[in-house]
């Protein structure tokens, strides 16, 4: 696919491109800004099965939240509004 936020090809150097290494409320947003919330929602799934297929759990754990963003029309920085659950694993006190 020609164009697209994530790859090398066919974008001009002035497009900001989606890394790993933003926040995933910054990538949703700018994918968003970008190619409206259908396409977004595509592309973040795209890269998801790409992450997945070449084991990169930080890459896939990132565009899960990035679509989960896109779906729920949430790019905010918190991703969770609930309330936190004091007995989850990994939570602190």
Known sequence: MKGRA??????????RRVSHFMKA???AALLRAQHGESQARK???TEQRR?????????????ADVAARIEN????????????DQDAPGSRP
């Open 73 to 84: 029309g949430n790019c905010s920085n918190a991703a969770n509004t609930g309330p936190v």
């Open 51 to 63: 992450a997945k297929r070449a084991r990169s759990k930080r890459r896939f754990i990132f565009w």
């Open 43 to 45: 592309i973040a799934r």
């Open 6 to 15: 994530t790859g090398n090809e066919g974008a001009d150097g002035r497009d």
């Open 25 to 27: 409320a910054a990538a």
